[in-house]
């Protein structure tokens, strides 16, 4: 299935990352969508994407009436935390980055083997985690797409989050798709 994609252009410094998750609240809010992935680029701004929601989090919850959300990181020695992401009925917000799952596209045989998202588990019964991701068709915000989907095999690894849609934020889009 193809999912639609939107991006939304912002100058550096102007809150992308505020606007994307107040994006994701309003989406929950006004249309009750509850699974939420936001891609990074690297470790560096996964860390300040976490720190961000940590740091507006009281914020989200004042105006959003105390709507409950669970956020995390993805975590290879977690994996069983993505049976939760998918089964949970409040809204759910996993940040990953791209390397954490594309390795099977872009990889050597042995980086393609490493990757545990893909590898079946005792803990999940035989399935691999990214069929739990894949089941709760998340709504994907690309963070700095021109760094993270800029090669066939990371918009292949995307692809295979089965995305409902995907929601591209930057400065700088080197392809715009449906421009907001």
Do not use: W
């Amino acid at each position: 299935r193809s999912c639609p994609h939107f991006s939304v252009e912002m100058e550096t410094g102007t809150g992308k990352t505020y606007v994307y998750l107040r994006t994701v609240f309003e989406l929950s809010r006004t249309f009750g969508f509850q699974k939420f992935i936001v891609v990074v680029p690297s470790v560096a701004i996964r860390e300040g994407v976490l720190k961000n929601i940590e740091i507006t989090a009281d914020h989200f919850r004042t105006l959003y009436n105390n709507l409950p959300f669970e956020y995390f990181v993805y975590d290879a020695r977690s994996v069983n935390r993505l049976r939760q992401f998918a089964t949970s009925s409040t809204l759910q917000l996993l940040i990953i980055n791209i390397d954490a799952f594309r390795k099977n596209f872009a990889g050597t045989e042995v980086q393609q083997k490493s990757n545990v998202i893909y590898k079946e588990s005792d803990k999940l019964s035989g399935r691999q985690p990214i069929e739990f991701v894949q089941a709760a068709r998340p709504i994907v915000i690309i963070d700095e797409p021109q760094s993270v989907d800029s090669t066939e095999k990371s918009q292949e690894a995307i692809r295979a989050l089965n995305p409902l849609c995907t929601l591209r934020y930057s400065a700088t889009h080197r392809n715009p798709y449906n421009l907001v």
